[in-house]
């Protein structure tokens, strides 16, 4: 509340019991803010405010800057990224964990697609075309690289698929006999279900693959990896 010439001081406003606030202090802003810019900062994943109460009284060409507002939003629900950051932090420095972490996910994700497509398509060469085509297109380039945990999110996206393919021997091209994923191993299922729990845990949005993991066993009738699969991360994650 600001009186700007308009009423009393907020300093000299008191409320007496069961009065009406705005009675007492009719001069206030809704929002802190003017306008919202979703996609600011130089790699435009930051969430910048401008305006507010000192672009109200004192009003100016340009729009002030909020700076006092913190721009970095935790996520309490994607834990997994901050936390490795901050590990590799103390030696690096955070902007630069992040850096790496993102680098290293993305070449790592460009060979699970590779390895992934090499199992649909049944073709070395196409598969490398269409790892090439995604690891270097726009949405990968432009989100995956500069926001803290997209890049996990690509990641684990990758990942999960071509661990299901692998673990329940699906495809045309089966993963050969006595791989450690194959068959009705429990361990591949227990694999399975870790990396499904730290999936969620990098983005809430990827409780989707859990989903295509639980449709998938249903459809194919495998009722016993279920526990292991599909309960299991969700124990872990909850």
């Not at 459809?219 to 309960?231: D, G, L, Q």
């Amino acid at each position: 509340c600001l009186g700007a010439g308009r009423g009393p001081e907020l300093q000299d406003t008191h409320l007496a019991d069961g009065e009406d606030p705005l009675d007492a202090c009719p001069w206030f802003d809704r929002r802190f803010c003017h306008t919202r810019d979703e996609r600011g900062g130089h790699y435009r994943n930051q969430t910048i405010f401008f305006g507010g109460v000192r672009q109200r009284v004192f009003p100016a060409e340009n729009n002030y800057l909020l700076s006092k507002v913190p721009l970095l939003r935790y996520r309490l629900f994607s834990p997994l990224a901050p936390l490795v950051a901050s590990l590799l932090g103390t030696l690096t420095g955070i902007p630069a964990a992040f850096l790496i972490i993102n680098i290293l996910l993305w070449l790592i994700t460009a060979l699970l697609f590779y390895e992934f497509l090499k199992i649909v398509l049944e073709d070395a060469f196409f598969a490398f075309a269409g790892a090439a085509i995604f690891t270097t297109s726009l949405p990968m380039l432009e989100w995956a690289l500069p926001v803290m945990v997209d890049m996990g999110s690509y990641f684990f996206a990758c990942l999960i698929p071509l661990l299901y393919l692998r673990l329940f021997n699906s495809g045309p091209n089966p993963s050969p006999r006595g791989s450690f994923l194959q068959g009705r191993d429990i361990r591949g299922e227990v694999c399975l279900g870790l990396c499904l729990a730290l999936a969620m845990l990098t983005k809430p949005m990827l409780l989707i693959l859990l989903l295509f993991v639980l449709s998938a066993s249903l459809y194919e009738k495998r009722y016993a990896s279920i526990p292991v699969t599909c309960a299991l991360p969700l124990a872990l994650v909850m």
